[in-house]
Nanobody
C-alpha cells in the first residue's frame, strides 16, 4: 500500500493550495480517506476526512471547515484537499491516511487509520 501526497509549498497568507494524495495497492473506493497535519512541536491534528461509499460524507476540523474542502476521485485513486484563505497557523506537514474499516466515531482519530502517506509541507507566510 502506498499513499503519495503532493502539492505543498510556500504561500502567502490568504492564498490557496490544493493537496493531492494518490493511493495504490488498495481498492480505493472502499477506503475512508483522511487528512491530518503536524506542526513542529505539536501533536498530529485532524484536518478533514471523506468517507467511502455512496454520498462520500465529509468531515472537517472546525477551524478549517469554511476554508478547506475535501473531495475524492475514485477513478483516479486520489483524494484532494483544497485549501483557501490560508493562515500562518495552517503551516504544517500534511499527511493523508486511509482506512477501510473506519467507524464514524473514529473519523478524527489518527490512531484509527492503518495507512499513511509521507506528508507534504505547507508553509504560510504572514
Amino acid at each position: 500500500v502506498q499513499l503519495q501526497a503532493s502539492g505543498g509549498g510556500l504561500v502567502q497568507s490568504g492564498g490557496s493550495l490544493t493537496l493531492s494524495c494518490v493511493a495504490s495497492g488498495i481498492t480505493f473506493s472502499r477506503y475512508s480517506m483522511g487528512w491530518f497535519r503536524q506542526a513542529p512541536g505539536k501533536e498530529r491534528e485532524f484536518v478533514g476526512a471523506v468517507r467511502s461509499g455512496s454520498g462520500a460524507a465529509t468531515y472537517y476540523l472546525d477551524s478549517v471547515k469554511d476554508r478547506f474542502s475535501i473531495s475524492r476521485d475514485n477513478a483516479k485513486n486520489t483524494v484532494y484537499l483544497r485549501m483557501n484563505g490560508l493562515k500562518p497557523e495552517d503551516t504544517a506537514v500534511y499527511h493523508c491516511a486511509a482506512d477501510a474499516g473506519l467507524i464514524l466515531s473514529n473519523i478524527r482519530n489518527y490512531r484509527a487509520y492503518n495507512y499513511w502517506g509521507q506528508g507534504t509541507l505547507v508553509t504560510v507566510s504572514s
